[in-house]
Nanobody, 112 residues
Framework: QVQLVESGGGLVQPGGSLRLSCAASGYTFSTYAMTWYRRAPGKEREPIATISPSGSSTNYADSVKGRFTISRDNTRNTVYLQMNSLKPEDTAVYYC?????WGQGTQVTVSS
C-alpha cells in the first residue's frame, strides 16, 4: 500500500527557510504527480504545490507562489518542498499526497 513519510519541519523565524522531504513507497513513484498540502490551525487542508510525474511541470497556490519550490527525485522516490521567505501565516502541518493517501505530516511553525 501507499506509504508517505514527511520530514524536515520545525520552528523557524519569519523570513527563514526550510526544506521538507517526503519519502514514498508502495507504488510506482515516477508515474504519478505529487502534491504538497498544508493544514493551518482551524482551517481545512489545502493543496499548495503539485509536480508532474517527470518533474517538468509544477503548479502553486497563489499564497506560496514565488516563495516555495516543489521538486522530485524519481531515483530516490522522494518529493521536496523548498520554502523560502517564510511568514507566520505559513504555520501549518504539511503533508504530501498521492492516490488519496497522505503521510502523518510535519509541523512547520514560523514565529519570532
Amino acid at each position: 500500500q501507499v506509504q508517505l513519510v514527511e520530514s524536515g519541519g520545525g520552528l523557524v523565524q519569519p523570513g527563514g527557510s526550510l526544506r521538507l522531504s517526503c519519502a514514498a513507497s508502495g507504488y510506482t513513484f515516477s508515474t504519478y504527480a505529487m502534491t504538497w498540502y498544508r493544514r493551518a490551525p482551524g482551517k481545512e487542508r489545502e493543496p499548495i504545490a503539485t509536480i508532474s510525474p517527470s518533474g517538468s511541470s509544477t503548479n502553486y497556490a497563489d499564497s506560496v507562489k514565488g516563495r516555495f519550490t516543489i521538486s522530485r527525485d524519481n531515483t530516490r522516490n522522494t518529493v521536496y518542498l523548498q520554502m523560502n521567505s517564510l511568514k507566520p501565516e505559513d504555520t501549518a502541518v504539511y503533508y504530501c499526497g498521492v492516490l488519496g493517501s497522505w503521510g502523518q505530516g510535519t509541523q512547520v511553525t514560523v514565529s519570532s
